[in-house]
Nanobody
Framework: QVQLVESGGGLVQAGGSLRLSCAAS????????MGWFRQVQGKEREFVAA????????IYADSVKGRFTISRDNAKNTVSLQMNSLRTEDTTVYYC?????????????????WGQGTQVTVSS
């Protein structure tokens, strides 16, 4: 199981930007599909973005498409989420995720490792 540690959350005004980072303990995450989810308290965890291992194809939820960009650096075992044009409704806890490169190409349907989460708060 891959150990994941997120960083980069915080408080930002609406319209601003934040960059989340996720460091993986695994020596080589190159074979994993890596992603980001978010969860509002009392609701199910929601898919945000994912990036495939070899093609580097990225996948986004409609709610963040055009505003968020996911990237990965396999040599450094890191995954990042650049969040621009943030909205108050983006406020919640964000989780880094790792899983096998399988399933739908429109989401990340299998997750085998989760990070501990990082809080993002967007003020109006």
């Amino acid at each position: 199981q891959v150990q994941l540690v997120e960083s980069g959350g915080g408080l930002v005004q609406a319209g601003g930007s934040l960059r989340l980072s996720c460091a993986a303990s695994e020596r080589a995450i190159g074979n994993y599909r890596m992603g980001w989810f978010r969860q509002v308290q009392g609701k199910e965890r929601e898919f945000v973005a994912a990036i495939l291992p070899w093609s580097l194809r990225s996948i986004y939820a409609d709610s963040v498409k055009g505003r968020f960009t996911i990237s990965r650096d396999n040599a450094k075992n890191t995954v990042s989420l650049q969040m621009n044009s943030l909205r108050t409704e983006d406020t919640t806890v964000y989780y880094c995720a790792a899983g096998p490169n399988t399933g739908s190409l429109s989401t990340m349907s299998v997750v085998t490792s989760w990070g501990q989460g990082t809080q993002v708060t967007v003020s109006s």
